[in-house]
């Protein structure tokens, strides 16, 4: 079974730092794009950060943009981390990480070509 597991939300003030973690089993890790989704309450989900494995381009929204940071770690588990500094209350959601197999550079912030999804993990920010 395809599982993504995430964690290291919480509750942190704004100026605060979180990172948070993505354990992926069940299919082959360098074959997929990953990639950190949000959804805050009343709005879409968003692309926040995401990775294509095949020229390791790494985007990042425009949001995020010079706070967070997207890393990975196949060498002995498979994890995504989102390193997420200087955090904001407009940062406050819930953040799921996702895999999608193929996904090519043009297509990768595209929230429906991703094919799994993690749980989520609650992102709070308070003023």
């Known amino acids: 079974d395809v599982q993504l597991q995430a964690s290291g939300g919480g509750l942190v003030q704004a100026g605060g730092s979180l990172r948070l973690s993505c354990a992926v089993s069940?299919?082959?890790?360098?074959?997929?794009?990953m990639s950190w989704i949000r959804q805050a309450p009343g709005k879409e989900r968003e692309v926040v950060s995401c990775?294509?494995?095949?020229?390791?381009?790494?985007?990042y929204a425009e949001s995020a943009r010079g706070r967070f940071t997207m890393s990975s770690d196949s060498s002995s588990e498979n994890t995504v981390y989102l390193q997420m500094n200087d955090l904001k209350p407009e940062d406050t959601a819930v953040h799921y990480c996702?895999?999608?197999?193929?996904?090519?550079?043009?297509?990768?912030?595209?929230?429906?070509?991703?094919?799994?999804w993690g749980q989520g993990t609650q992102v709070t920010v308070s003023s």
């Open positions: 990775t294509s494995k095949g020229d390791g381009t790494t985007y």
């Open positions: 069940g299919i082959t890790f360098d074959d997929y794009a």
């Open positions: 996702a895999a999608g197999y193929g996904i090519i550079t043009s297509s990768m912030r595209l929230i429906r070509a991703y094919d799994y």
